[in-house]
């Protein structure tokens, strides 16, 4: 897991912070032919090598900085104006399984050791139990109340941004719990309050706020009950 860790923490280094906005926009712009293609993809390997720091993990940070290179050239040649943040997550998704999979083979380990894993298959499971399934569920249990007023109120929020709040706003809850911080969990929902605040008070809509209130409690609720049944699972583990 450190040896992850620290690879994890190259490719933020060489990916984020020690990139600048100039090096992407020539690599956009030239792609294969830019010399900062090439810059950063030695960056990669030698960060990988030092902060793993270990001689034999040379020619493993050496196929990280291949590997990484290949990525990017394949996110550079096939990404177009619309597609920039769809490319950018995949990138970054294929960056990651990269990682892992140059660890499990530094260390002799097989991608089985996951499969026989309990808890990663407890977690991968709960978290995302309350993701798009408790929206369609929550979506499901509240579509009998549906204000007119948040109709007419619809073209002034981002698209789907309810659905992500809500979402995160679950992630966060189940995160507190397995991390036994129970009065985050009442800062979030107080920060939540606030910021819905002024729009039902500017709707004036008793069934608007009841409509988001109940919304709002089911999906808090999902969510602490989700992850105190993680918590219970996790901890009848041998």
């Given at each position: 897991m450190i040896l992850f860790i620290k690879l994890l923490l190259a490719h933020l280094l060489g990916d984020f912070i020690w990139q600048p906005n100039s090096w992407v926009a020539d690599k956009e712009t030239k792609k294969h032919k830019?010399?900062?293609?090439?810059?950063?993809?030695?960056?990669?390997?030698?960060?990988?090598?030092?902060?793993?720091?270990?001689?034999?993990?040379?020619?493993?940070?050496?196929?990280?900085?291949?590997?990484?290179?290949?990525?990017?050239?394949?996110?550079?040649?096939?990404?177009?104006?619309?597609?920039?943040?769809?490319?950018?997550?995949?990138?970054?998704?294929?960056?990651?399984?990269?990682?892992?999979?140059?660890?499990?083979?530094?260390?002799?380990?097989?991608?089985?050791n996951f499969w026989s894993d309990n808890e990663f298959w407890i977690l991968i499971t709960g978290l995302l139990l309350i993701t798009k399934p408790t929206s369609i569920f929550i979506k499901t249990i509240i579509s009998i109340w549906s204000p007119e007023s948040q109709n007419s109120h619809q073209d002034f929020s981002l698209a789907n941004a309810g659905n992500y709040i809500g979402i995160l706003e679950r992630l966060l809850v189940v995160c507190f719990i397995l991390t036994a911080h129970f009065e985050a969990i009442g800062f979030l929902l107080a920060a939540k309050s606030i910021f819905r605040f002024g729009d039902l008070k500017e709707a004036k809509d008793r069934k608007l706020t009841e409509y988001v209130m109940i919304g709002t409690l089911i999906s808090f609720g999902i969510a602490i009950i989700v992850g105190l049944v993680i918590q219970a699972l996790l901890l009848q583990l041998p």
């Open positions: 830019s010399i900062y293609l090439y810059v950063h993809i030695l960056l990669h390997g030698v960060l990988a090598a030092i902060l793993a720091g270990e001689i034999r993990f040379i020619p493993y940070a050496v196929l990280i900085a291949v590997t990484h290179g290949i990525v990017d050239l394949i996110k550079l040649n096939f990404q177009k104006k619309k597609t920039k943040r769809t490319w950018f997550v995949v990138d970054q998704i294929a960056h990651i399984l990269i990682l892992i999979g140059i660890v499990l083979l530094y260390q002799n380990k097989s991608i089985i």
